[in-house]
């Protein structure tokens, strides 16, 4: 079984600060890790991915996330927030080698001026 | 670049309609899945598929059944639709074994009245 929690339903940033966004994961096999984005009224795309590689990954747009097994976490990053990031964000696991999905309840990131 | 496809945006339904939601990709993927999205629950997985006339019941298939007739093409039918299956609707697709980045369509917010 897996399962996603992410820690924060709403994070506000001013623009120029860093973005955190918390994930810890819970698998009973060695997991597959992504962010996903969802701008307003648009579909969902891949931020990043850890499959099995450096555990620290870099995605689209300057975001990063580091797998810490330890931690059983995954959080996300961003050194300087950008107005056009304010979106929802969504931690995913998934068994490595299946295609099966479980998606965590999202997280709302709003950026201010 | 991979495309995914839904069939409508938006679609208002009445309590007791028989719903077809269409959705295509172009990329010669295996895989095709059906998400419902409510706020503050994440996404859900309805019902996937891993090849033609092949289905497989997700974590909510309750009101919800699923054709693939042909491998581009995954249809979610809502037998008699009602009310509490208000919601966004989104399609995925990916490659086979191994390929799990689901690449997603833009999403069917259907009402239902």
């Known amino acids: 079984a897996q399962s996603v929690t992410q820690l924060d339903s709403h994070v506000s940033v001013s623009e120029g600060t860093p973005v955190l966004l918390r994930c810890n994961y819970s698998s009973s096999y060695s997991p597959s890790l992504f962010w996903y984005v969802q701008h307003p009224n648009k579909g969902l795309q891949l931020l990043l991915k850890y499959t099995s590689a450096a555990t620290l990954v870099k995605g689209i747009n300057g975001f990063e996330a580091e797998f810490k097994k330890s931690e059983t976490s995954f959080h996300l990053t961003k050194p300087s927030a950008h107005m056009s990031d304010a979106a929802e964000y969504f931690c995913?696991?998934?068994?490595?080698?299946?295609?099966?999905?479980?998606f965590g309840k999202g997280t709302m990131l709003l950026v201010s001026p | 670049d991979v495309k995914v496809t839904q069939s409508s945006r938006y679609l208002v339904k009445r309590t007791g309609e028989k719903v077809f939601l269409e959705c295509v990709q172009d990329m010669d993927h295996e895989n095709m899945f059906w998400y419902r999205q409510d706020p503050g629950l994440g996404l859900r997985l309805i019902y996937f598929?891993?090849?033609?006339?092949?289905?497989e019941k997700g974590d909510i298939p309750e009101g919800y059944s699923v054709s693939r007739e042909k491998k581009e093409r995954f249809s979610l039918i809502l037998e008699s639709a009602s009310t509490n299956q208000t919601s966004m609707y989104l399609c995925a697709s990916t490659p086979g074994a191994g390929g799990e980045t689901q690449y997603f369509g833009p999403g069917t917010r259907l009402l239902v009245l």
């Open positions: 995913v696991v998934s068994v490595r080698g299946y295609s099966t999905l479980t």
């Open positions: 598929s891993y090849d033609v006339k092949m289905k």
